[in-house]
Every structure is written in C-alpha cells, then in structure tokens.
C-alpha cells in the first residue's frame, strides 16, 4: 500500500545522515512511464523554501518525471547557497535517470534557517536511485517523516487502475490547497490538465480543510505523477472522485498524528448561505484557542463556539444559531438547551454541528485540541 502499489512507479528511502535523529532521510519517487503528465500544488505562504521557488517552475509544462524529498532540514531562507543546492540535487536525479533537471520536483522538510549538507544529500540521491524498487514506497514514506509518530500511505483501487500516495505532516497543518509534503502516483491515462482539475478539486475539500494549528509552512508541496501504465483512462469524474478519497484518507491520517493531540475534531457547519461560508465558520472556530483548550479539557463550552462565529463575513442571525457536540444539541436559537453535562468528550473523536439556518450550503473543518505536549513539542522541536 503505497506511492508504487500503481504500475510505473519506483521509490526508495535511504539514510544520508541530514536528520540529528538518525534514520532514513531522503527519499526519491520515479515516474518510468510510458506517460509523465504531473499536476502540482504549492503552499500559499508568499515566505517559500528553496525547493518550493524551484519546483514552481519544474511543473508549469505539466511533466514530472520524479520527485526527490529530503527531512532534517526546510532549506528555507538559507541564501543563494541553499537555492544552488536545490538545483544541484535535481540535476543529481536527472543525471541518474538520463532526463532534464526541470522534469524533477524537489521538497524538503525540518527545520527553517537549517542549511542542508549539499554533499550529503547528494549521497542520499545516489544511494536513493541505487535502491530505487517497486518495492520501494514503504521506506520513501518513512524517508520523509520529522515528528511524524508513523508513516502515511494510501491506495484506492479504480477498475484496472489505482492511486497511490504517501505524506508527512503532523504539525503547521493549515490550509491553502497544500499542507504538507504529499506524493500521489496513479497507473491511469490521465492528461495534465485533467490531472490539475482533479488535484485541486481533491485537494479543496481534504487537504485544504485540515486546520491543525492554523500555521502554514513555507515548503508545502501536493504533486501527482500519472504514470499511464494500465493502458486505462477513466472519465474525469471517476478519477477525481479516487483521487478526492486518497487525499481525505492522507489527510485524516495526519490529523490522527497532529503533533501531542488527544482529541481529533471535525466542524460540520450545515444550513449555511454559501459554501465559503460554512468553511470560514469552521475555519474560526478550529483556529481558536480558546474552544480548542476547552476540548482538551473535556469541556463542552459552546460560548466559546458561538464567539468564534461572530468573528467571521458568514451570513447568520446571531440570535438564533445552533450548536451540537457529539449530537448532543447544547445550544439552540442561541440560547443554553441540553445539559452540557449529557456530552462525554473523552473519547478521540469529536464531532461539532453548527447550524447557521442561513441557506443549504455545508461543509466540513477538521482540526485537533490544544494540549500540554503540543506546546512543548514545539518549545524544543528538532528535525
């Protein structure tokens, strides 16, 4: 179950010695055809890592051909040295793999300010292509991992074909269309532009409505290779929908391993006017601190809900909102209804509704609690 479970793919994971934790910390993912079509999207942050600035212009044709990844460092605001650096680990890639340097998509990750060792990360690409395997993808997942706790993959089967994916990511999960680092792969026939269509159609509603901490990284890359190998082309609606299931998965995945969360939360905002409305009232309720240290405390404190609402453009009657947790329906026409008391929160998985009575759009924020080991993972965090 993984990046090279669909037909055409190769990958591999190898220690080069960049991660002051040890284990595995590059990891390379090859497209060998017959088809190289690739869409990809970028965080939205406008402070961006080097790899980032690179890879922009790699996938404007529409043609990858391999992704090489490294942890142990962002290489973000590292100087012209870092860029340079880029540069030299995908011309690596290519001239391994006899194609062109603009056809290799490059994504770090750790810390910002960290300037990678050029030489060993390039003697992690060597020892990458060197293993390269079908076999491969389980050991490119755990390449990438920082504070990740445990890898992420997925596969979703098609008719004849598939999709594939790995990712990493257990803190800065904000949104913008990309979160994190995320490899797709599918063995489909699937042309660019229907690649990019499908990307940001998945990417809108899994990715983008993951909310950890409402922190945005400057290295966030989501790109997928179409290999064409099955011979297969499903319509567009299939493969987006495969692909909009791989990337929810990947997603949930990542919120399961949010950086020291006891409790994963998922917003429902129904009855809204607009789509952009219900997300935005998710978003601000999944951003406060507020509401977010109430769940760890197993505190049912719907005040702190309805606060958040009031902060946003949303179209709503602030004298007649409902709010729910666990189903339990705490808050109706804005005023106290079923005994707080009657939800029990310590269980993982929290559920909050939010009826807006202002339309019939919905929609769905994901995010997690705040807790004690969430705040000292980051007071002392190393790559």
């Not at 290489?75 to 650096?85: A, H, L, R, S």
Request: hydrophobic residues 40%; negative net charge; charged residues 20%.
């Amino acid at each position: 179950m993984s990046v090279t479970t669909p037909a055409g793919f190769v990958a591999a994971g190898v220690e080069a010695g960049l991660k002051a934790s040890g284990g595995k910390d590059v990891a390379l993912v090859v497209n060998q055809g017959p088809s190289h079509d690739s869409a990809t999207v970028f965080t939205a942050n406008r402070c961006k890592a080097n790899p980032v600035l690179w890879s922009q212009e790699v996938v404007k044709d529409g043609t990858v051909r391999a992704v090489v990844l490294n942890s142990g460092g962002a290489n973000c605001y590292t100087g012209p040295e870092g860029f340079q650096t880029t540069h030299a680990v995908a011309e690596r890639v290519a001239d391994h793999l006899g194609i062109g340097a603009l056809d290799v998509v490059v994504c770090s990750t750790g810390l910002i300010g960290l300037t990678n060792d050029r030489e060993q990360v390039l003697a992690g690409v060597d020892a990458a292509h060197a293993a390269l395997s079908p076999d491969g993808g389980d050991q490119a997942a755990h390449a990438i991992m920082t504070t990740d706790s445990v890898s992420k993959q997925v596969v979703v089967e098609g008719a004849g074909w598939s999709v594939g994916g790995m990712a990493k990511g257990a803190g800065m999960l904000a949104p913008q269309l990309a979160t994190m680092l995320v490899v797709l792969t599918t063995d489909a026939v699937v042309p660019a532009a229907d690649l990019d269509t499908a990307l940001r159609a998945a990417t809108r509603v899994s990715f983008d409505r993951l909310d950890s901490d409402g922190c945005m990284s400057t290295n966030d890359t989501v790109t997928v290779m179409a290999s064409g190998a099955s011979g297969i082309t499903p319509s567009v609606d299939d493969f987006t929908d495969a692909l909009t299931q791989a990337c929810t998965d990947l997603a949930m995945q990542l919120l399961k391993d949010a950086e020291g969360a006891d409790h994963e939360i998922a917003i429902t905002t129904l009855n809204a006017a607009s789509e952009e409305d219900a997300v935005e009232v998710g978003r601000s309720v999944a951003r406060s601190n507020l509401f977010k240290a109430a769940i760890f405390g197993n505190d049912p404190n719907w005040g702190r809900v309805l606060a958040s609402i009031g902060t946003t453009r949303a179209a709503f009657d602030p004298a007649d909102l409902d709010v729910a947790m666990n189903g339990v329906w705490v808050c109706q026409r804005s005023t106290p209804h079923a005994d707080p008391e009657t939800v029990d929160l310590t269980g993982r998985e929290v559920s909050v509704t939010i009826d807006l009575k202002a339309g019939s759009e919905r929609a769905t924020v994901w995010t997690n609690d705040l807790t004690h080991a969430y705040v000292h993972e980051n007071s002392a965090y190393s790559s």
